[in-house]
């Protein structure tokens, strides 16, 4: 877990032969008829997978491609139809041209996820969505119905979560960070009133029963779904106090938050960083 998080930080242009995926091992989890989950090096990625196909929902890294590929061939001999980018991060988009090429998949994403791959020069055009969308898109397959939402300004300003109706899974994107601090793009167009406002929309469309493929961390719950909104609450309620009362941000950061959040911190967001963030996006 220590390895995934950590090539988050890696940029996207080194990534292409990089041997540090060699023993990166592609983790499949069934959670309901058709529906998957993989996990690797980077976002957690969904799977439909029956007899009208394959679609997945993210693709991580390019040098993790064939692996993935290989991990829904042991479910389908089906090439994958579709991929769905919840938002344009490398960690989620890398493996697009590679399903491109050698699956001769379509890709789906929001507007501003073209946008913003188009404009970023560590990617290529045969890498951008060739279908894009405003609000949002419906796929039916798989004797599923398959609902992708846009939800604005909250990791980035190309966020789409997708509902799977039928098996009564939710794969949240970035939206989501199980057990830890979240990641709010502020250069992206992400708020953090807007995080906080998109997870709380999403809490309350739940049942307690059903399953959510956060963008990063295990399977999760409404349960730990929540845990994660009240902790984003709280700090972020707690940091504004304080910067309204005068306090600098490298005072905050120096005496740093509640003991209780401290299990929070990883490689990518520490506390330190998700002080600085909610100081300076709120």
Same mark, same amino acid.
């Given at each position: ?33 058709? +529906? ?7 976002? /957690?990625?969904?799977?439909? &997978? ?7 929902? #993210? ?14 061939? #042991? ?20 493996? /697009? ?9 379509? !890709? $789906? ?20 969505? +060739? !279908? ?15 609902? +992708? %939402? ?5 990791? @980035?300003?190309?966020?789409?979560? !997708? ?12 939206? $989501? ?10 250069? &992206?167009?992400? @708020? !953090? &009133? ?36 009240? %902790? ?14 005068? %306090? ?6 120096? /005496? ?10 990883? /490689?990518?967001? @520490? ?12």
């Amino acid at each position: 877990m220590r390895l995934i998080f950590l090539l988050l930080l890696i940029p996207f242009s080194l990534l292409a032969n990089d041997d540090r995926f060699a023993d990166v091992t592609i983790e499949r989890t069934h959670l309901a008829e058709s +529906v998957y989950m993989l996990t690797g090096a980077g976002g /957690n990625i969904g799977v439909s &997978a029956g007899p009208d196909g394959v679609l997945i929902i #993210d693709d991580q890294y390019a040098p993790l491609a064939e692996k993935i590929a290989a991990s829904v061939a #042991d479910v389908s001999e089906s090439d994958v139809k579709y991929v769905v980018n919840t938002h344009y991060h490398g960690d989620h988009t890398g493996s /697009n041209s590679w399903f491109k090429q050698h699956h001769h998949a379509t !890709v $789906f994403a929001h507007d501003n996820v073209r946008i913003r791959l188009a404009s970023d020069k560590d990617h290529h055009h045969d890498a951008l969505p +060739v !279908v894009t969308y405003e609000d949002g898109i419906k796929f039916h397959f798989n004797g599923e119905t398959i609902r +992708v %939402m846009h939800l604005p300004a909250g990791h @980035t300003d190309g966020d789409s979560v !997708v509902w799977f109706e039928k098996a009564r899974v939710l794969h949240t994107g970035d939206l $989501f960070f199980e057990g830890r601090f979240p990641y709010i793009d502020l250069g &992206a167009g992400g @708020t !953090v &009133a807007g995080y906080i406002t998109n997870v709380e929309r999403l809490i309350s469309m739940l049942d307690e029963d059903m399953k959510i493929i956060s963008g990063h961390g295990k399977l999760a719950t409404k349960t730990d779904y929540q845990k994660s909104l009240d %902790m984003m609450k709280e700090t972020a309620a707690f940091v504004l106090t304080q910067k309204r009362a005068g %306090m600098s941000l490298e005072q905050l950061t120096e /005496n740093g938050l509640d003991e209780k959040w401290k299990d929070w911190s990883w /490689n990518f967001i @520490t506390e330190e960083k998700w002080i600085t963030t909610l100081y300076k996006g709120q």
